[in-house]
Every structure is written in C-alpha cells, then in structure tokens.
C-alpha cells in the first residue's frame, strides 16, 4: 500500500460511522444516478397526463396536452445523460443496443427507452403535428421549410380522411403508451426493488411507488410549466384546466403517499435483521431529505394546500398561488425521494453495522454544476421544441381581455376540441 | 373484408414503415460489418475477455516469493497474530520488487495511522480483537516502536479485562452487574493475557453458579430471586439473559 492511498484512507474513515466494508465508504451512484430517475418519472407523469384527454377523455385538460406531450419527449431525450455522463464512455452506448444481453436487466434500460421513445412519443407526437408540420413546411422559407418536411417525413396529405387517420392513430397509440408508460418507470423501479442484497431497495413495492411518485412528478410539472409558459405568451390561464390538473395530482399524490406508507409500515412491521441501521439512518443522515423534504414539504404540506382549495371557495389569484406553490413544492418532494432512494441505499453498510456520508461534488462531471445543467438542457428542449412547434390550440385559452372577466367554469368553456381542426393556417 | 384489402394504403403508414425499415437495415447492417465477431459470440468474448485479462501485468507477487529472501520475517510472520496476512497487505504490490529488488524497493508503514486502520477501538469488531483508541493510546509514539509488526503481541500484559474487552466493559458499568469483577464470573489463566485465542477463559458452566445470588436463599438483598427449580428448565441462565447487560435493574 502506498503512502498516498493510506492517507486518502485515513481521511475517509473519518466520514464512517461504525462499521463498513472498505469498498462501501465511497458513495459511487452519486446525484447523476438520482437525477435518471427523477427525469424519468417525469416523462411517464407527463405522458399519463396527455392520456387523460385523448384515452379518458378528460376535455379539461386538453389545452396542456399537447405541451405534456412535447415535455414528455424534452425530458425523455435528456433522460440517458445523466446515466452516460456517469458511466463515462458515452460512444459504447450504442453497443447495449446492437450487442444486446437479455439475461441483464440493466442493458434491457436501452430497449425499454427505444420502445417508448419511438414506437409511443416519437409516433404519437408524429401522428398528431403531421398536419400542422405540413402546413408550416409550406409557409415557411428555408432551411426551416425543409426541417418541417423532413420532420413530417415529405408527407402532404392533408385530406380530411388523412387527419381522420391521423386522430385515430393518436388514440390507438395512447392506449399503448399507458402501458409502455407504466413499464418505462415501473422498469426503472424494477431496476432498484429487484436488487435482493439491498434491503433499503428490495422491495416489490419499489416500482410501483416509482410509479405513482411518477404520475405526481409528471402532472405537477406540466402543471407549474403550463403556468409559467401561458403568462410569458400574453395568455391567461384556462382555470377549468388547471383545476383539473390539481384535481388529478391531489388524487395522484394521495395515492402515492398510501403507497409510501404501507412501504414504511411493511418494513417497520417485518423488521428484518437490517432494521436497525435503517432507522438510525432514517432518523439521522437522511432525517432532513425523507421527513422534512419529502413527506413534510413534498407531499403534506401541498396535500394542504389542494384539500384548502377544493373545500374554501378561494379567489381565482388565490388558486394559481396555491396550485403554483404545491406544484414546485412536489417536484421539490420528488427529487428528494429520488435522492432518499439512490443515496439512501447506499449509505448503509451490508454489514448493517455502520453508515458512510455522501459528499457531492461541486465540479467534476458527477459535480453540482452538471446536475444543474442536466436538469435544466430539458427545458432548453423544451423551448426548442415549442419555438419549432409551438403546442396551443389558440381557442383553448381565454385571451387577455376575458382573463379579466369572471372565472370561466368548465360548462363556459370552448367545446371539446379533441376533434377540433389542428391550429396552423390552412395554405392548403 | 375485400373492401378492406383493397383500400389504399395511407400515405402515413407507408412513410413511416419507410423510415423504421432504413433504421432498421442500418442496424443490420452496422451489426454485420461494424461490429468485431468477438462482441457477438459470447463464447469467443468470454474467451477474448478471460486472454486479454491474462496479458495484464502481474502487480502482485504472492506470498510465495517473499519466501525467498525473507525467510526469518516471514517464519516470524507464520508464527505470530499477523499470521493470517499477506505481506502485501501491508507492503503494498511487490511485482516490480520481486523482478528486481535493488531498484524497486517495497513500502513499509511505519507511522500510527497505518495500524490504527485495523486496531481503532471500533464497536463493531468482534470482541477480544486488540483495539486502541489513538487519541489517548501513547499519542504521537509509532506503534512499531512498542510493537514487532510481523509478530505483534503487547509489550506488556495487559493488567486490566478491558484493554481488550472495552465493549463489555463499558456495558458491564452501567448495568446491575456493575460492582462484580469480571473474575467473579470468569476464571482468566495468565496465559489467556499473552496468548488470548490459545487459552479462553472459562463461562458459569451450571445453573447453581447464578443461583448463589438469584436463589431463593441468597443473601444477596437487591438480586432478584428465581426458583430454579421452577425456571428455566434445562437452559444456562446466560443462554437467556445477558450477563453482561441483564434485565432489570
């Protein structure tokens, strides 16, 4: 052993408590690893939302579909980043596909990916501009005509049966993206409640809370990105689809926390041989990120605040302060229990007699400053992707003049228009 | 049924199939020409992976070689409480020495915070593993100054149960036990101070060694009786309560 590794050791030690494994001091999936999940769920929340309207038809929540849609692409395209920048060597990424291994569950992330990527976002967002890529090829000069026409793949039909299809499409695809939803982050939480040495992770109750804290992940974001988008356009806001969206998240996140607690309860209840290090972990390195981040701040606190709204009749101003807090307040929630999972599982030793620290970087590819350019690149795609194609319905949402008038309620709204004519002009 | 054979395909349909089928002989065609035989056999990339791990340099040398030039250190070694670690746990990769011992020569701790990575008084290790707390443990002094590294052993016996059995000692204090002398229970030999794991010292081997003070006629006035007669049936008191820690107070 040399003199410097001995001192490096020396040093780490000091950030063990108890007992550990040598190979256990350092934390090795660090926030990257807590960031793909948190993406991830993002995307299938996303997706569950835009279903709403055109599998259950929920006509509220039309004028967020389609920007749900297009987040839900934004962040699956980044979603892979924060895996390849921490596995390093992101050019051999292309190897799990083309030399795949069936009998690992982790090179199977590539294919789960590639089907929802294409077969369901990719296709479906496809299906449903077609008609507005074609219209905006033809009125737009190069090189963004040519960017539309390959974008519609040089398609020009434009004919009513043609977008009849197109709808119809749209509908058959969603039905099979609910599922491929499901299984894109019931997958993800697969991946970490089918490791049987991680008592902290094994669970099969892992992908399905993976799943719903998903859903609220999903809906709340479109919901606070609806929020701040429709102002910044000079739109006010359509109240019936955000009371819709909180609806729908109160519910989700209800959902969510049982599911949560049963986990908690099951654990307490079982008390296996690693329930002692478990709460002493719990209840000191991970006290702040799981009861005060996650439950307190992520999910009581704005369960609060939608149950305060839906039973005290508030002012209009008063609900978009609520709903806009408890959404940023969720997503805060989310992010914690990503962390409490990834960096929770591994602070504990498999002795179960000692626990390590986890000491992010700031700079360095697995640092801070790429944690936050990671989080942020979807939104940069995002405003790409709306800038190319933009996602309003215009008669979706009231203009400025009538945001001043009395709250639309939903019987006053725009009729349905999930079979209303696509927005772009018709220079057909 | 014929109506719907022969109706014309829609343009999208055709588009799209177009576009899946060149991503799809892309893909062929990069995994037919691209990529090297060894990636897709798994038996031929077993085999490449297990020779090119083969080819790697050896860094370690193995405690056979030491044997070699060391002989006595290494007989000393064998016969001491480190006999159980390789000279490269301690001396680092010895490779390159081995090859050439004048021009690589090994590294050999010699400063405190080399031992303490295995003797820091820790809770967790098992008991009767020699643990020092370094801040109060002759600060300052290396340990090999008092100890011979290949055969450590204390430069002198310890006089106290705790310097190797702090845990029980500590938990013994603060417990209903804490006035009896762990020789009230234990009968130590001499020689379990010198060599700890050869000689043991002995446990209450029956249930009338409890009852002296837990029997229905001790006279021992705050030690809670039990009929023994009654209690407990075949077992050891110690099989059931921790003597060190047990219940009540």
Redesign the interface.
């Known amino acids: 052993?040399?003199?410097e590794l001995?001192?490096n050791?020396?040093d780490l030690?000091k950030q063990v408590w108890?007992?550990i494994y040598p190979n256990e001091i350092e934390v090795h999936w660090s926030i990257m690893i807590v960031l793909y999940p948190y993406l991830t769920g993002l995307v299938a929340g996303a997706f569950i939302l835009a279903s709403l309207v055109k599998v259950f038809r929920v006509k509220e929540v039309q004028p967020a579909y389609r920007l749900a849609m297009l987040t839900a692409l934004s962040f699956l395209l980044i979603a892979p980043l924060p895996l390849l920048l921490h596995l390093g060597h992101p050019e051999r990424n292309f190897?799990i596909?083309?030399?795949p291994n069936p009998s690992s569950a982790m090179a199977m992330f590539g294919f789960v990916y590639l089907w929802y990527l294409m077969v369901v976002l990719l296709?479906e967002i496809?299906?449903d501009f077609?008609r507005d890529l074609i219209v905006w090829g033809r009125a737009a000069s190069w090189p963004l005509s040519w960017f539309y026409r390959a974008a519609s793949?040089?398609?020009?039909?434009i004919s009513d049966a043609?977008v009849r299809?197109?709808k119809k499409?749209v509908q058959v695809i969603t039905v099979i993206g609910i599922p491929s939803a499901f299984l894109l982050h019931g997958y993800v939480g697969f991946i970490f409640g089918s490791i049987k040495a991680n008592p902290w992770w094994s669970s099969v109750l892992i992908p399905i809370v993976f799943l719903f804290s998903a859903i609220v992940s999903g809906i709340s974001l479109v919901l606070l990105l609806y929020m701040v988008i429709t102002p910044l356009r000079g739109k006010s806001l359509n109240m019936a689809c955000i009371d819709k969206i909180a609806s729908f998240l109160f519910y989700a996140v209800i959902v969510d926390f049982s599911l949560e607690a049963l986990d908690f309860i099951h654990r307490l209840y079982e008390s296996e041989e690693s329930i002692k290090i478990l709460s002493h972990m719990v209840t000191g390195k991970l006290f702040v990120s799981l009861f005060v981040m996650q439950v307190l701040l992520g999910m009581v606190l704005p369960l609060g605040m939608i149950v305060l709204v839906k039973t005290v009749s508030c002012s209009e101003d008063l609900r978009k302060l609520l709903y806009f807090t408890s959404a940023i307040l969720i997503q805060m929630g989310i992010f914690a229990t990503r962390w409490n999972v990834v960096i929770g599982g591994q602070l504990f030793s498999k002795?179960f007699?000692?626990l390590t620290t986890y000491k992010m970087e700031v700079l360095g590819l697995e640092g801070l400053l790429v944690a936050l350019v990671v989080l942020a690149l979807p939104l940069v795609v995002l405003a790409i992707l709306i800038k190319l194609m933009p996602p309003w319905h215009d008669e979706d949402e009231p203009g400025p003049a009538a945001a001043g008038e009395t709250p639309a309620t939903p019987a006053e709204l725009p009729a349905p228009t999930a079979s209303a004519p696509a927005p772009a002009p018709d220079v057909a | 049924m014929k109506s719907l054979l022969f109706r014309p395909v829609p343009e999208q349909i055709t588009r799209l199939s177009l576009a899946f089928a060149l991503l799809a002989s892309g893909v062929f065609l990069v995994r037919a020409h691209a990529i090297p035989q060894t990636w897709l056999d798994r038996e031929y990339h077993v085999k490449s992976t297990l020779e090119r791990e083969a080819n790697r340099p050896r860094r370690f040398a193995g405690a056979q070689a030491c044997t070699e030039c060391h002989e006595d250190q290494v007989k000393e070694k064998a016969e001491g409480n480190h006999r159980t670690l390789a000279c490269e746990t301690c001396h680092g990769a010895a490779g390159k020495h081995v090859e050439d011992p004048t021009e690589t020569k090994l590294f050999a701790p010699r400063l405190r915070d080399y031992c303490v990575l295995c003797h820091a008084y820790d809770p967790s290790r098992p008991t009767g593993f020699p643990q020092i707390n370094p801040a109060l443990h002759n600060p300052l002094k290396p340990c090999i100054e008092c100890h011979k590294p290949h055969a450590p052993v204390p430069p002198e016996t310890p006089k106290e149960c705790a310097a190797c059995h702090g845990e029980i000692e500590r938990t013994k204090a603060v417990s209903s036990h804490a006035a009896l002398a762990c020789t009230a229970c234990h009968d130590a030999p001499d020689a379990h101070k010198v060599t700890p794991r050869l000689v043991r010292p002995t446990k209450p081997q029956n249930r009338e060694f409890c009852g002296k003070c837990h029997g229905p006629k001790s006279e021992e006035k705050k030690a809670p009786r039990v009929d023994l007669a009654a209690h407990g049936e075949r077992y050891l008191c110690w099989q059931c309560h921790y003597p060190h820690l047990p219940e009540g107070k």
């Open positions: 052993m040399n003199e001995l001192h050791l020396a030690s108890g007992y190897e596909l083309l030399t296709l496809w299906f077609r793949l040089f398609s020009n039909d043609a299809f197109d499409a002795s007699l000692g």
